[in-house]
């Protein structure tokens, strides 16, 4: 595992003491995965969530290890972090942190109550795309995420119908994108419940990158060895 990258002023809005200790009441999306690595994909979601939810920030959670996912391939977390860092370079209320870290966890679960606990003021809701949704019964206690933590799922290419069935099946009350806006800025901001926001839907993802550059790998070792 390696360690968070160096700030050196350009990342001090993803220092995670400033942010645990911002007494402002915000309303921000929480949106976990391995980044490996970030893509345009992730800035489509928060964007998208950002328009429908009226979101005031959106915290990217990059995991050290997702438990779901071996390390092969896993490039170092200070890579990661930084490389999410300059691609969100220009959207001034997406911020990349590395909670777990210091959480001493890589389940969902916790990381979300930990920082429900070191926040009390925000109001915090679950982002995730609708292939992650496909997947979520395999999540360590994911029925403690349902039934504490507001959830928008994105829709993704190819995922539309298999997400929607699955969110009947584990998550709580259903509502639309504009009333989980409303309820995430009024008094009943930790009201439970789970919204589909649909739209352009974005192709990118983090498994074609990895596949792209290792094929670029392997082309380009093969034409220095015919050289």
């Given amino acids: 595992m390696g360690k968070p990258a160096p700030d050196h002023g350009r990342y001090r809005r993803h220092r995670m003491p400033r942010l645990f200790h911002d007494r402002r009441r915000l309303r921000i999306g929480l949106f976990g ?19 429908q939810l009226r ?51 890589n389940l969902t679960f916790r990381t979300l109550q930990r920082l429900r606990a070191r926040c009390p003021g925000h109001g915090f809701i679950w982002l995730m795309g609708a292939d992650n949704l496909v997947g979520f019964a395999a999540w360590q206690r994911h029925d403690v995420i349902a039934r504490t933590m507001p959830i928008a799922v994105i829709d993704r290419p190819g995922y539309s119908y298999s997400a929607l069935r699955t969110g009947a099946a584990l998550l709580r009350r259903r509502t639309t994108p504009r009333q989980m806006a409303r309820e995430l800025a009024s008094s009943r901001r930790n009201r439970i419940g ?13 498994t074609a990158l990895r596949q792209a550059g290792r094929q670029a790998d392997r082309q380009s070792a093969t034409a220095e060895r015919n050289d």
Avoid: Y
């Fill in 33 to 51: 995965g391995s980044f490996n690595p970030a893509h345009d994909g992730h800035l489509h979601l928060s964007d998208l969530a950002q328009q």
């Fill in 55 to 105: 979101l005031d920030e959106v915290w990217w959670l990059v995991s050290p290890q997702n438990p779901l996912k071996g390390e092969t391939g896993m490039a170092s977390l200070a890579n990661r972090l930084a490389a999410a860092r300059n691609l969100v370079a220009r959207r001034r209320r997406v911020r990349v942190i590395a909670p777990e870290v210091e959480f001493g966890s």
């Fill in 194 to 206: 789970w919204c589909f926001i649909a739209g352009r839907r974005h192709h990118a993802s983090a």
